[in-house]
């Protein structure tokens, strides 16, 4: 169970174009999602809290505009990258809560590898 | 405030040899805390999490923590590693509704 799941994968793209990315969880209800981006050998960095049908909760120093995130359904989060530039190639990875644990755990996705040419 | 210290950023042990990663927490709150462990070009793996019930903890893959409040320490041991244990290990604390994370630490596991 608390499986997390994120398309694409690995995505490459010209820079001045959008990407979005889902993140899923296929067999629980997330009213919260996180979104986090990784760099190279370094921690993870909270982007934003995403959550189910009201707008997301950005970090400080994170641009909304360009991140843009939609938590459509209690499965479903999406985030879409615009306009990408060489500097938003990343590890982008995704995690949910379920609903119906008290607890604070978060189930995390496989990751998307961003690059952006 | 919280924040979460992982005191070794790489450690290297023979396999079959103990391994120990050392975390150090602290927090306003009481916290849950977490151990993840993430291979190369992969998510994160929950390992075990401390939610104010035992303090010692045992997860996944012969994995344990303890919880030891008056070192506000969490550190996380096996007694024997495996080759499959190579991998960045998490640290991460939460007092309530956000994680915050360790900087890791690589563990190396030689033959």
């Known amino acids: 169970g608390a499986v997390v799941s994120q398309h694409p994968s690995r995505v490459i793209c010209k820079s001045g174009t959008s990407v979005k990315i889902e993140c899923r969880s296929l067999?629980?209800?997330?009213?919260?999602m996180f979104w986090y981006r990784q760099f190279p050998k370094q921690s993870l960095m909270l982007m934003a809290t995403s959550n189910e049908g009201s707008k997301a909760t950005y970090e400080q120093g994170v641009e909304k505009d360009k991140f843009l995130i939609n938590h459509a359904s209690l499965t479903l989060s999406t985030l879409t990258v615009t306009s990408a530039h060489p500097e938003d190639s990343s590890f982008y990875i995704c995690s949910a809560r379920d609903l119906r644990q008290a607890e604070e755990t978060q189930y995390f996705g496989p990751g998307t590898r961003l690059l952006v040419l | 405030a919280q924040s979460v210290t992982q005191l070794d950023s790489h450690v290297s042990v023979s396999e079959g040899t103990p391994v120990l990663l050392r975390c150090n927490y602290s927090s306003s709150y009481s916290p849950s805390l977490f151990w993840y462990v993430q291979h190369p070009n992969k998510g994160l793996q929950l390992l075990l999490k401390y939610t104010s019930a035992a303090t010692l903890v045992k997860g996944i893959n012969g994995f344990e923590a303890e919880f030891k409040k008056s070192e506000t320490s969490f550190h996380l041991t096996k007694p024997s590693a495996h080759m499959s244990d190579a991998a960045e290990y998490f640290c991460v604390v939460s007092p309530g509704n956000q994680f915050y994370f360790g900087t890791g630490t690589s563990l190396t596991v030689i033959p």
């Open positions: 067999d629980f209800q997330a009213t919260t």
